[in-house]
């Protein structure tokens, strides 16, 4: 592999316009196939198999127009006005109308029935307005209001639409023909544009709910900071603008094809903006370290071996192209592993992920070797060349690096218990860790989506921000009993946190009847989640005195029933990686002891790494710091993400690390001298490294979905653990602890495994003979 890379690594050099060609062509056609017709993000997270996700299609077969996403509008009515005056009543009523109209939304009429069941509903109709005319009356009395009230206007119930005891906000829910992300474009905008035409000249306030507002951006002002970060990260370590930003160009040359790609071919598939970001992230930070690792190895064969820049190229993309080759396959092996877990989400998210880093890789190892051929001799001055020659007769380079790797082979049981402890007590809170999805309240104060949910909570309640949409089949041909019905909305409405249990639809055949559940808190309440379970429960019940089975659907009820699923995955998947890593670093470093300790330090990262997600993202610790002002559920995907990613990119520092301490060793320094030695020369570049990504992660906190804010956290402080607490500090120290005795293997294992040569050894030697 690293002759290969070498060969490789000098012909990008001396023809760079070849290679680069075939990169800017691929990424012309990405650009123009995205401008001709760009596919659509979806924030929305489904996953098949779940309850949830099973009624729904339940309901595509039984009652289409049920099947189909929510819509919610929240209208505010001027300052000391009222819903309840008909001035504002009337444009109120006109706006559901023109909802109603628009050919995308389902018309109530749809969900009525039978013949005999409208009647039963314009008799229960008729109830509604008689009820809201007398709390009218009661507010023309001054008398206060403790329910939400249904729209009347002129005597006619406008369905959908209920009003606020005070009057002050109104609250308008309909149903879309399709989920929201099968959406013909530019339908959501045409219905909300409906709903606002009739208010004009009211001066009523329109917020429109979650699912129908606009994505946040992909990436923003703190992504940008993350990479100005970068920047200066590779100016300090790299030492001159020109090579500083040629890892900047690859990387994001390899995020334009890799993420871009995806992007182009989202027609084929649901593409999720998770994915998108996922991928952005992962491509700037591996991009941009990968290409680090190069060009630094170019420069010090330069500087001290005194080499031209082309053989320095060749030989740079041999040696640590050999060890970017491999931490990149470690990456997206580990990625890949997630479509074993069956879940077709995870599976897309993975799948383009791993196919950017994938790309990444590609990119170091032939577009940035003909872009080091175009700097040609200029990527390391005349200047910086008697810089580095001066601080080598001195003996000053690397003095911090020596000094920190001699105090932790002599103080090296103290340093491993010190690492030990703090990284367990970092996992403390994840004890409590509570999975879901991130709901509207966890967006940014002064969001359209923030604002929606907290006009609803103090007008209305919290409950009415996280609907359950029951449905109750027949379990036989005939229809649902309605007396029967009748009894299950009774008894539904008496659960414990229920706030309210209503009938809101039914088939033609009455054999499917849908019922509206409010809960008395938010969607994301313990309590609510308690409420679906128990609402489940109460199938078998309901089967054997009525004969008819219940489920549970809604964006509430798939946050819970997606939260359990990746629950019962992970330890599966955890599994999957441990054994993976033993794998892997076992062929790697022909070594026993390696294996076992870079696992059990991985396995500390990913313990402290979900305790300090779950402190400030569901217990509120320091979330100020992050621009946060609430809290919640630990995004459901995030553990089995992060344990993913972050074991592929803990690898790519593994390998960059321990391989020189085995070089070292190799070439016959001693066990405790071989991992001083190795650490000195590796660490600085590994530091950088680790910064970089930090940072590159670190500015996604700052997004605008709250689900990708874990995201960039989770991963910035997964990174900032495993690089300068594990392997800056207990790796060094364990393998100070074994000495000689961490690269022992079995004699018979050492003749099975192959010599993958990451370090390039073989290369040298065949460069050496040749010399």
């Known amino acids: 592999m690293s002759t290969l890379l070498y060969r490789w ?21 990405i650009i123009g196939s995205i401008v001709a017709n760009a596919p659509k993000l979806s924030s929305e997270v489904t996953i098949n198999g779940v309850p949830a996700q099973n009624v729904l299609e339940q309901l595509e077969d039984e009652l289409p127009a049920a099947a189909g996403g929510a819509g919610q509008i929240v209208y505010r009515a001027p300052e000391g006005a009222s819903f309840f005056d008909d001035r504002l009543a009337g444009p109120l009523a006109q ?13 109530p009429a749809e969900l009525a029935g039978s013949q005999q069941d409208r009647a039963a509903a314009q008799q229960q109709a008729a109830a509604q307005v008689k009820a809201a005319e007398q709390a009218k009356a009661a507010v023309r009395a001054g008398r206060e209001l403790d329910q939400p009230v249904p729209l009347v206007v002129q005597g006619q119930l ?149 080499l031209s820049a082309h053989e320095a190229t060749g030989r740079a993309v041999g040696t640590a192209g050999s060890a970017v080759f491999f931490a990149g396959t470690t990456v997206v092996i580990a990625l890949a592993a997630l479509t074993v877990i069956g ?49 080598e007769s001195r003996g000053v380079d690397h003095r911090t690096a020596r000094s920190w790797a001699t105090f932790l082979a002599k103080n090296r049981f103290v340093a491993a218990g010190v690492v030990v402890v703090a990284t367990l007590v970092l996992a403390i809170p994840a004890l409590d860790m509570r999975l879901g999805l991130p709901s509207s309240e966890n967006y940014n104060s002064g969001t359209d989506q923030r604002e929606s949910y907290e006009t609803v909570s103090n007008a209305f309640g919290e409950g009415l921000n996280g609907p359950l949409l029951v449905v109750l089949s027949s379990s036989s041909d005939q229809p649902v009993d309605q007396r029967a019905a009748g009894a299950i909305v009774a008894q539904l409405g008496e ?15 009455g054999r499917t009847v849908l019922v509206s559940v409010i809960p008395q808190d938010g969607p994301t309440d313990p309590s609510t989640e308690t409420l679906v379970h128990d609402l489940r429960d109460l199938s078998d019940e309901f089967a054997e005195q009525h004969s008819v089975d219940l489920g549970v659907t809604g964006q509430t009820a798939m946050g819970i029933d997606i939260a359990q699923k990746m629950s019962d995955v992970m330890p599966i998947y955890l599994g999957i990686v441990v054994v993976l890593s033993l794998i892997v670093l076992t062929v790697v470093f022909r070594s026993i002891v390696v294996p076992l300790k870079a696992t059990a330090g991985f396995l500390l990262t990913i313990l402290a790494t979900l305790g300090a997600t779950t402190a400030v993202f569901q217990w509120g610790w320091l979330n100020g710091l992050f621009g946060l002002d609430s809290t919640g559920p630990v995004m459901a995907l995030l553990p089995i ?52 990504m930090t940072a590159v992660f670190a500015g996604f906190i700052f997004n605008g979905d709250p689900m990708i804010k874990q995201i960039g956290f989770a991963l910035a402080i997964a990174i900032a653990i495993d690089a300068f607490l594990v392997r800056m500090t207990l790796v060094p120290a364990l393998m100070a602890m074994f000495g000689d005795r961490a690269w022992r293997l079995p004699a018979w294992l050492d003749r099975l495994l192959p010599d993958l040569d990451i370090e390039g050894d073989q290369l040298l030697k065949r460069l050496g003979a040749k010399d």
């Open 641 to 692: 993400l992060v344990t993913g990613i972050a074991y592929g990119l803990a690898m790519d520092y593994q390998v960059f690390l321990v391989s020189s301490m085995r070089e070292s060793w190799v070439h016959g320094h001693s066990g405790r001298e071989s991992v001083i030695d190795g650490f000195t020369h590796s660490s600085r570049v590994v530091v950088a490294a680790a910064v970089i």
């Open 158 to 306: 406008v369905p959908g639409v209920v009003i606020s005891p005070d009057g002050s906000v109104a609250m308008a829910q309909f149903q879309f023909t399709k989920q929201t992300i099968d959406l013909p474009a530019g339908a959501i905008e045409e219905v909300l544009d409906a709903a606002e035409e009739p208010l004009q000249g009211a001066d009523i306030e329109v917020l429109p709910g979650a699912s129908l507002q606009e994505l946040p951006e992909v990436a923003g002002a703190g992504e940008v900071i993350g990479l100005v970060v970068a920047a200066i990260v590779l100016f300090l370590v790299l030492g001159s603008v020109v090579a500083a930003g040629l890892p900047l160009v690859t990387a994001l040359l390899g995020v334009g094809v890799g993420v871009g790609g995806a992007y182009a071919l989202g027609h084929f598939y649901d593409l999720g903006s998770m994915s998108v970001v996922l991928g952005l992230m992962l491509g700037l930070a591996v991009g941009i370290d990968y290409a680090l690792f190069i060009v630094n190895r170019q420069r010090r064969l330069i500087m001290r071996e005194r």
């Open 95 to 107: 706006s559901m109308q023109a909802i109603y109209e628009d050919r995308e939304v389902v018309n």
């Open 9 to 29: 690594g000098k012909s990008a050099f001396a023809h760079p316009f070849r290679f680069l060609g075939v990169w800017l062509v691929l990424l012309v056609v």
């Open 343 to 391: 879940i077709s989400l995870l599976t897309t998210m993975a799948i383009i992920a791993a196919a950017t880093v994938a790309v990444a890789v590609a990119v170091a190892l032939t577009a940035l070797p003909a872009l080091l051929g175009l700097v040609g001799e200029r990527i390391v001055s005349d200047k910086a060349r008697a810089r580095f020659q001066e601080r």
């Open 495 to 509: 659960v414990d946190h229920v706030a309210s249990a209503t009938a809101s639809g039914m088939s033609e055949d």
